[in-house]
């Protein structure tokens, strides 16, 4: 038996058709998303609550019209992408955080749509699935609470209980991401459905939650980092006596965790893949500040310790990007859950690398670092975030230590 982390034979190359779609996105990202960042952030500023800018409306009709929608997706509802193929597509939009909407390939709406395509039955398909796929509404993932430990999930106390046609819940979720948005009208809820099952991995289900039903309260929107990251937003919400009916529950009671599982093995390489790109475009940002900037009488560039700084970026970037690309590929060949080794590890290595690198670039932007004239704080918020999103570090490598542990014992 092989390494559990080791990769068999050379990543497949792209196809053609994989490779004309980059070359549309890298397109696209340069003269469509990054010229207008600035005018994003000013309608940020001027719309409502939860409402996102008039600008990503006409960016996602752009981009739809030329073919470049839902292009994480696997299979008859997507763009048909391996997730090798995908991979470089997600992290041309990850170099601007909130371009992957504009292409219906951000999160949470990404892996609600795996949930949906993977569990749903044809008329939870035809409810929500069809409506996230064509980008008229926006969903929410509601799985982590306040109140516990939610890194150990079987800590979830939100109780889903049966009554005869409906479920009713009780429970209160914070970091619900995309809950805040406007557009939002459908929250997946895992919760307790058999809290005394002997199998704690049986004890809970999901629930789609349409998000207008009597008894969904926002109480508030959470930040990070004092980001709010409108127009979603990460919100605590409270969710009492909330009545839907018996047939929105998920493939079945007491299998929150098989969906669960489903879901964030796609996110999380999603994310680390965006990631990536982010951490790429601070390094570049870095070269330019450092020839254009002068200090002590010379270019920063000419001081050893920046190059030192550039040089190491380049070379963890590098690392991290191939460690990613063989974990897409291991799923592509042999599926998501034997490739949990490798989407562990790159959980683990991705998003410290990407906070790495873009700390040194504020570093060497000094001051401006850390305003909003680049993207570099909200960018470091985003890679820090990721570091305790969709399961925090020291949980992958448990895990991953685990799987090792048994292999080669």
Request: with cysteine.
């Amino acid at each position: 038996m092989g390494s559990a982390t080791a990769t068999h034979g050379a990543l497949s190359a792209p196809s053609p058709r994989a490779q004309a779609l980059l070359a549309q996105v890298q397109a696209f990202m340069a003269a469509e998303v990054l010229p207008v960042e600035a005018r994003f952030r000013q309608q940020l500023r001027e719309a409502a609550p939860g409402h996102a800018p008039p600008l990503l409306a006409e960016l996602k009709a752009k981009a739809r019209a030329l073919g470049l929608w839902n292009l994480f997706l696997p299979g008859s509802h997507g763009a048909g992408l391996t997730n090798l193929e995908y991979a470089p597509l997600a992290e041309a939009m990850g170099r601007v955080e909130w371009a992957s909407e504009v292409f219906n390939c951000s999160a949470p709406d990404t892996g609600n749509m795996e949930v949906l395509s993977l569990y749903g039955t044809p008329e939870q398909q035809a409810r929500w699935l069809q409506p996230l796929l064509d980008g008229e509404i926006r969903s929410a993932f509601s799985m982590t609470e306040p109140a516990v430990a939610s890194s150990d999930a079987t800590n979830i106390q939100c109780s889903i209980t049966r009554d005869g046609d409906h479920y009713v819940i009780h429970g209160r979720k914070w970091y619900s991401s995309g809950a805040m948005n406007a557009a939002c009208q459908l929250l997946i809820v895992m919760g307790k459905t058999a809290p005394d099952h002997p199998d704690r991995h049986r004890q809970q289900s999901m629930i789609l939650v349409p998000r207008d039903t009597p008894g969904v309260t926002i109480v508030r929107d959470m930040q990070a980092f004092g980001y709010d990251h409108a127009p979603g937003g990460h919100p605590e919400i409270v969710f009492d006596n909330v009545r839907v009916p018996a047939a929105n529950l998920l493939l079945g009671e007491g299998r929150g965790f098989e969906v669960a599982q489903g879901r964030l093995g796609p996110g999380r390489i999603h994310h680390c893949m965006r990631l990536i790109g982010c951490a790429q475009r601070a390094l570049e940002l870095m070269c330019q500040r450092a020839n254009s900037r002068i200090a002590f009488g010379k270019p920063l560039g000419e001081m050893g310790s920046v190059r030192e700084d550039i040089a190491r970026s380049h070379c963890e970037i590098t690392q991290a990007r191939l460690l990613t690309l063989a974990a897409a590929d291991k799923m592509d060949r042999e599926g998501n859950k034997a490739a949990r080794d490798l989407i562990a590890a790159a959980k683990i290595v991705v998003p410290q690398m990407a906070a790495t690198v873009i700390d040194r670039a504020i570093q060497i932007h000094g001051a401006a670092g850390v305003s909003q004239d680049t993207f570099l704080a909200e960018a470091y918020v985003y890679a820090r975030f990721i570091r305790i999103g969709d399961g925090p570090d020291q949980v992958h490598l448990a895990a991953l230590g685990k799987q090792l542990l048994k292999e080669f014992a």
